[in-house]
């Protein structure tokens, strides 16, 4: 679609909270906001969706061109997205489906929204059926109501154990499946799925930014009130610079769609866990108590500050 239309859908979906007319009228629409997998910046698409049970379908067909579309590329490198339905707006984990799952979902999209039929007819490709799942990993539950910096810093760091956990866990039940399977059908593919890659790359962008927020904020900031830590920061940022290369080796692994070496990511992963749980352990040890009186969220400036 036109760069022009697609906005004067966007722009009305938002004033409507979620009602477009035109030719989208009646039917059922999101807004996905990518990030670019080239520019890095964030693009946003109005896509027709399917809920199959608590999940939302959206299928990559590019109205059936030979080229998979621009948002799907995108997803592919930045797997967090952010997604507008209706009045709400939340952020969420795009993972393609795969294999006989694709073939199952692909279905039931034609069964609710058939026209997806012919856009595959016009094209070789299979059109992808991605998945939009909650960004939190499974089982997560936020803290009650944060009030202090050191509540602040112990949440982020609890919601990236649970990462970590999940996708150490998938992880593991892909090898347990494969070693345990004696037919029939074939055994999982050798190669780590889709799942377990785009929630990895989710946690290592997190994880990055968490990084370098407080090398470049939070460590500072305390530095001008405790500058006898001087020593405890660079220990730290040391730290941060084992996970980085971890994170690194880690992020190479995932550069394409089948995760290379499944073994030698498998590796990189437990040695991530066992430096980033050290690490986490080790940095709420020094900074928690400093930060239990600081207010969380931080107060407003005065205005014309």
């Known amino acids: 679609m036109p760069t022009s239309f697609n906005q004067s859908v966007i ?3 938002r004033a409507r909270q979620g009602k477009v007319g035109g030719p989208f009228e009646g039917s059922d629409l999101l807004l996905l906001t990518t990030t670019g997998a ?3 910046t964030a693009h946003t698409t109005p896509l027709g969706y399917v809920r199959h ?3 939302l379908l959206v299928v990559g067909s590019n109205l059936g061109a030979a080229r998979h579309p ?5 997803l592919l490198a930045h797997p967090e997205v952010r997604v507008e339905l209706g009045a709400d707006t939340f952020e969420a984990l795009a993972v393609p489906a795969e294999g006989t799952r ?9 069964r609710v929204a058939p026209g997806y039929g012919d856009y595959q007819d016009r094209t070789a490709r299979p059109l992808p059926v991605v998945v939009l799942e ?3 990993p499974e089982g997560w539950q936020a803290p009650g109501e944060v009030t202090t910096l050191a509540g602040k810093l112990l949440e982020v760091h609890t919601w990236l154990r649970a990462q970590l956990r999940h996708v150490s866990a998938e992880t593991e039940a892909h090898f347990a499946a494969r070693a345990s399977h004696a037919g029939p059908g074939e055994p999982p593919a050798p190669g780590l799925g889709l799942q377990i890659r785009q929630r990895c790359l989710a946690f290592c962008r997190s994880l990055e930014f968490h990084h370098t927020s407080e090398d470049a904020h939070l460590f500072p900031g305390i530095a001008v009130h405790h500058p006898h830590l001087a020593g405890t920061f660079e220990r730290l940022r040391e730290e941060h610079r084992t996970v980085a290369r971890i994170q690194g080796e880690l992020v190479a692994l995932l550069g394409d769609v089948a995760i290379a070496e499944p073994e030698r990511f498998r590796a ?3 040695r991530m866990t066992d430096e980033l749980t050290a690490h986490l352990d080790h940095e709420e040890e020094t900074l928690l108590p400093l930060l239990a009186e ?4 931080p107060a407003a400036p005065p205005a014309g500050d």
């Open 102 to 110: 694709r073939e199952e979902l692909f279905a039931e999209v034609l």
């Open 268 to 270: 990189e992963l437990a």
């Open 11 to 13: 722009e009305e979906f």
């Open 134 to 136: 909650p960004a939190e």
């Open 53 to 55: 049970g608590s999940a």
């Open 38 to 40: 080239v520019s890095s």
């Open 294 to 297: 600081v207010p969380w969220p």
């Open 70 to 74: 621009d948002w799907y590329h995108n």
